[in-house]
């Protein structure tokens, strides 16, 4: 199915983030927004729910803690006890607090690491990716608006034409899509 | 839109848009290098290449051609290695505990920072690996199942826990560095013109596209990685410590050690970051963004702490005698009046002395000053580790045992070498790498930046 998708150019994010204020209080979609630096407080007005990652890095973190208790009990205590100066190790609780430092450097690398790759994955940023923005200068000074006439059956191009006319944009392109 | 008070000295300083920022920052990589940085690269990479001579040289001759003998077990190796993770504590501090701590003028100078603790956590680990002897058997750190019978590694051992520390702060440090330097190689990749440069930037952006999900998974990911790499910061120097704390060496044997570590490195880390930025600012032309303000702020930082440190050498020296142990309070009287007095004092003079001039306000504001102050902090700071390591154990408890460490020409190779090493890496990386991170700068033009914030509507905006 063709699609024509309507890419709405500002120079700058604030009369961006007013725009898409106007728009979304008319019924408009926008799909996407691309931009070089966060834009504050854009989130809540196209529709993007807060990231999850936090919770994945604490997953992630709690895996390390286990994996570094598990493997130190096995190496320390249940493989090979260490005796030092008559002190075997016979339980991990009585020798926790040398385990302490590592537990902590293995927990952070795991939740670090982790929440890392996941982000980086769900991003689809990989080596060697092509990059996907519509015009390179939105990753210099330009924001970029994308609306796509698919999502917005509910209004015409021309009255998205009309709202856009006077947002204060400083190109407008349209481009048909497969 | 973040505001500030009025009052408050601006960031940016001069009359700058966002394509001013890219351009200022993109300009230096895309030019042709000046022959200043021939010169300096050539000059780096030859005292680069003497290092590694010399640590051929070790590997290939054995641990011997150090200066070490039966009394002193330890010497250069562990002071350069604990010198280059204390320089190498700057970088994750700024970028993460001036992050949760909202310090915005940190990002002037986090990325280079950033990078300036990668390579010297590179420098600081090629010491251990080193004196193990053999460098290919150097896996045998990690817990591997083995053909040796029940054989693991101590994780009682401070030095097991030095390995663990030491290669999860590189690792996550280089993660969080990496993760900010996305989206600016995506600004360098699409400005690129020659069709090299296209491709190697577009592999290291990893096709950034910049969607609105895509910034608002950044921010939180910055977020959380601050915090997670916040307690790191600390604990990294705590458990280099530990390597002496937990001995039982008088000198060594101290409980204050991993607070005043922990302060000596955030000290250390300061100094260089100053003694790199200060000349990096000026070949790069980068004085609107990393001014006199920045140098005051870290100029603070290095008082702060120079001067924490300063109380724990007077600390330690106290307690030496309050304990009543004969043997702590000898350690301290022999590195005050000892043979090695002149270390101690060095150490006293550039650590305790110097920082406290920052006090006055013309001092910390002079570039000139702070650069002297920089390199004089670095000095002392690897005499604080000589003296530590050497002082406590030249003389031990047999008095026909008592030795003095003289460096061999491989000791001072070695180490020479790796601040040649240092620079080469970080000449690369100011040559080909964004060394400011241009597009979080963007977003503190409008708060910070001078024109703004002298504009007649910047307080009634909004």
């Known amino acids: 199915m063709s699609d024509k998708v309507i890419y709405v150019m500002y120079d700058d994010d604030h009369i961006l983030k007013d725009g898409a204020k106007k728009l979304v209080s008319n019924g408009v979609k926008i799909s996407e927004v691309f931009s070089p630096f966060p834009i504050h407080g854009i989130d809540p007005i196209i529709g993007i729910k807060n990231t999850r990652l936090g919770i994945m890095a604490f997953l992630y973190g709690i895996t390390g803690l286990t994996l570094a208790t598990l493997g130190m009990r096995y190496f320390m205590v249940v493989d090979w006890p260490m005796n030092i100066g008559g002190k075997p190790n016979f339980t991990y609780l009585d020798n926790i607090l040398a385990f302490v430092p590592v537990t902590f450097e293995f927990t952070v690398l795991c939740a670090a690491h982790g929440m890392a790759i996941t982000y980086l994955l769900l991003n689809k940023t990989l080596p060697g990716m092509p990059a996907q923005n519509p015009d390179p200068r939105t990753t210099d000074d330009k924001f970029v608006m994308e609306i796509r006439l698919s999502e917005n059956s509910n209004i015409t191009e021309e009255d998205i034409d009309a709202l856009l006319s006077d947002t204060g944009y400083f190109e407008l392109d349209k481009k048909e899509v497969k | ?462």
């Open chain 2, 1 to 462: 839109m973040q505001k500030e008070a009025a009052i408050r000295e601006p960031l940016i300083l001069g009359h700058k848009t966002y394509h001013d920022i890219t351009e200022d920052v993109c300009r230096p990589i895309e030019d042709k290098a000046p022959k200043m940085w021939y010169i300096l690269f050539g000059i780096a990479l030859i005292i680069g290449l003497y290092g590694v001579g010399c640590i051929l040289y070790l590997l290939g001759t054995g641990v011997g051609v150090w200066g070490l003998n039966k009394t002193i077990g330890w010497a250069w190796d562990i002071t350069n290695f604990v010198w280059w993770v204390g320089i190498g504590h700057a970088g994750t501090l700024i970028s993460a505990v001036l992050l949760l701590f909202r310090q915005k003028w940190r990002m002037a100078i986090n990325r280079s920072a950033e990078a300036m603790t990668i390579f010297a956590v590179f420098m600081a680990g090629l010491f251990p690996l080193i004196h193990m002897g053999r460098l290919w058997v150097g896996y045998w750190v990690l817990p591997l199942p083995n053909q040796f019978g029940s054989l693991w590694v101590n994780f009682n051992s401070p030095l097991l826990w030095d390995v663990f520390a030491i290669s999860t702060y590189l690792s996550v440090s280089l993660v969080f560095w990496y993760i900010g330097l996305i989206p600016d190689f995506a600004t360098i990749r699409d400005r690129a013109k020659k069709p090299l440069a296209k491709k190697m930037y577009s592999i290291l952006s990893f096709g950034w596209s910049g969607r609105a999900k895509n910034w608002n998974r950044f921010e939180l990911v910055s977020l959380v990685l601050a915090g997670l790499a916040t307690p790191l910061v600390f604990s990294v120097h705590s458990i280099v410590s530990f390597d002496f704390a937990t001995s039982v060496i008088p000198g060594w044997h101290t409980t204050i050690f991993p607070p005043y570590f922990v302060a000596g490195a955030v000290f250390s880390g300061f100094a260089m970051v100053q003694t790199l930025m200060l000349v990096m600012r000026k070949a790069m032309g980068l004085e609107a963004y990393i001014h006199t303000k920045h140098v005051e702020y870290m100029n603070v930082v290095i008082m702060v702490t120079g001067s924490i440190v300063g109380t724990a050498y007077i600390t330690e020296l106290f307690i030496s005698w309050y304990s009543g142990v004969e043997y702590e309070a000898y350690a301290f009287l022999n590195r005050a009046t000892g043979p090695y007095w002149w270390a101690y004092w060095s150490m006293m003079t550039c650590n305790v002395i110097s920082p406290q001039l920052m006090w006055f306000r013309k001092l910390r504001r002079s570039l000139l000053f702070t650069f002297f102050i920089s390199i004089v902090v670095n000095i002392g700071m690897w005499f604080e580790r000589y003296v530590i390591i050497v002082t406590s154990i030249h003389r031990d408890y047999v008095p026909a045992a008592w030795s003095m460490h003289y460096p061999s020409h491989i000791d001072i190779g070695v180490y020479v070498g790796t601040i040649g090493l240092f620079f080469v890496f970080f000449l690369l990386f100011a040559r080909f790498f964004p060394v400011l991170a241009l597009n979080e700068v963007k977003t503190i033009l409008k708060g910070s930046g001078q024109s703004y914030k002298e504009s007649p509507d910047y307080h009634n905006h909004h």
